[in-house]
């Protein structure tokens, strides 16, 4: 019988507010199942169903329903003693002063002193929480860092050792005439270059066909344009990413997105994938007008 593949299993935990939401978005981006707050008496039954492709993250506090420190510490042993599994405990700490602070910004109320100011729950759940802290692998003190910050810090305890393949760049060709697409990083306007449109043999092709290809990469600014474009977006990238940002949308647009924009968007894909990027690509005008069958 095939032993069964490993799980990692992550849980958060640490006082309200200090990042527990963040460390859970972040571990999401990473390709971690997240969870918030699912009962511990359920976490044997979550792991024990069919094989996974991806490890877990479990984000908990005292809000639990069955929650407590010694139960907490019970269910993690005994999920390590099951060689198939790997469970890290990661608290989250964070100083009163900067607690408070977030409390007083989001206007939120302690979820341990409904009825008394925040400075009450924080100290109470410091203090119920306190030997936690001392059972974890993994402790980050939140108290200078930012949200991007802590995402980083995530990443290079959980992350892949190349952070540039954590990052999802997201391509897309779209027509002028249509507007810009919205939930856009960066947009790049094609219309500069030589355009198929006014050659009748090109214009019901598609910037998938060759000759199409060909009439613009005959524009004397194309191997100037795509020189300084690699450079662009190879600056860009490792920028974003030391940033925290997990994906990235790029548009190229041109008149009618049928030509430029397409082949510009063929291009720049294959270039990232060839880079061991993770990138997905859409022909928003060829999809509009049902040519997305000649994307396969």
Not at 77 to 95: G, H, V
Not at 191 to 203: D, G, S, T
Not at 205 to 233: C, W
Request: proline letters at 3%; hydrophobic letters at 40%.
């Amino acid at each position: 019988m095939n032993k069964r593949k490993s799980i990692d299993l992550v849980i958060i935990t640490g006082p309200s507010g200090a990042g527990r939401t963040t460390a859970l978005d972040a571990l999401e981006d990473l390709g971690f199942e997240a969870f918030d707050n699912l009962p511990l008496s359920l976490l044997p039954l979550l792991i024990s169903g069919a094989q996974k492709d991806h490890p877990l993250a479990l984000g908990i506090d005292l809000r639990n329903r069955d929650f407590s420190n010694n139960k907490l510490v019970e269910v993690i042993n005994t999920i390590n003693s099951d060689a198939d599994f790997k469970c890290s405990l990661l608290y989250l700490d964070c100083s009163d002063r900067v607690l408070l602070r977030r409390y007083a910004e989001t206007r939120r109320r302690h979820p341990l002193a409904h009825n008394q100011g925040a400075e009450v729950g924080i100290e109470k759940e410091k203090s119920l929480l306190a030997s936690l802290s001392l059972e974890a692998d993994s402790l980050i003190n939140t108290s200078e860092m930012t949200p991007h910050d802590l995402k980083f810090q995530i990443k290079k305890l959980y992350g892949v050792n190349n952070l540039k393949q954590a990052m999802n760049i997201h391509v897309h060709s779209f027509a002028y005439k249509r507007g810009v697409p919205r939930s856009v990083d960066m947009v790049i306007d094609c219309r500069f270059l030589r355009n198929p449109h006014w050659e009748l043999k090109l214009r019901k092709l598609t910037g998938l066909d060759s000759l199409v290809q060909s009439h613009i990469r005959s524009d004397p600014k194309f191997d100037v344009f795509i020189e300084k474009l690699d450079n662009l977006i190879n600056f860009l990238i490792p920028a974003y990413e030391n940033e925290g940002k997990s994906y990235f949308n790029m548009s190229f647009g041109c008149t009618g997105g049928r030509h430029r924009s397409v082949f510009i968007t063929e291009l720049i894909t294959e270039t990232l994938a060839k880079q061991n990027i993770r990138v997905s690509k859409r022909h928003l005008e060829l999809e509009r007008l049902g040519l997305e069958i000649e994307l396969n």
